[in-house]
């Protein structure tokens, strides 16, 4: 599975942006999907996450209310919409996943995603 991130930029401090990550594959059915960024000198960090076969949704209470993650079967792509941005959420973006069949699982550590995409770089000013 080939991930490719896009829809990083630069924006003002209560801005919005949405990412998107398309797939490879032909459908991401049984699949979990997650979001995640790394700013400068900081460890990656899990954003969001969502199970494709049922939609259901995880994010972790900093990310709650700002940060939704949706996906577009036409389309083969999970978005993260991103509201009232803050300067703390500048940081390169990834999407990655594993495939987890009928599991209701949705992993929130990188090390149990097997694919990435190659990030996109998310700026925000005060």
């Known amino acids: 599975v080939q991930l490719q991130a896009c829809g990083g930029g630069w924006v003002q401090a209560g801005g919005s942006l949405r990412l998107s990550c398309a797939a490879s594959?032909?459908?991401?059915?049984?699949?979990?999907v997650g979001w995640f960024r790394q700013a400068p000198g900081k460890e990656r960090e899990f954003v969001a996450g969502?199970?494709?076969?049922?939609?259901?949704?995880y994010y972790p209470d900093s990310m709650k209310g700002r940060f939704t993650i949706s996906g577009d079967g036409t389309k083969n792509t999970v978005y993260l919409q991103m509201n009232s941005l803050k300067p703390e959420d500048t940081g390169v973006y990834y999407c990655a996943t594993r495939y987890r069949g009928f599991s209701s699982t949705i992993d929130t550590e990188e090390r149990l995603h097997r694919y990435w995409g190659q990030g996109t770089q998310v700026t925000v000013s005060s």
């Open positions: 594959t032909n459908t991401f059915t049984g699949y979990v």
């Open positions: 969502l199970r494709w076969s049922g939609g259901n949704t």
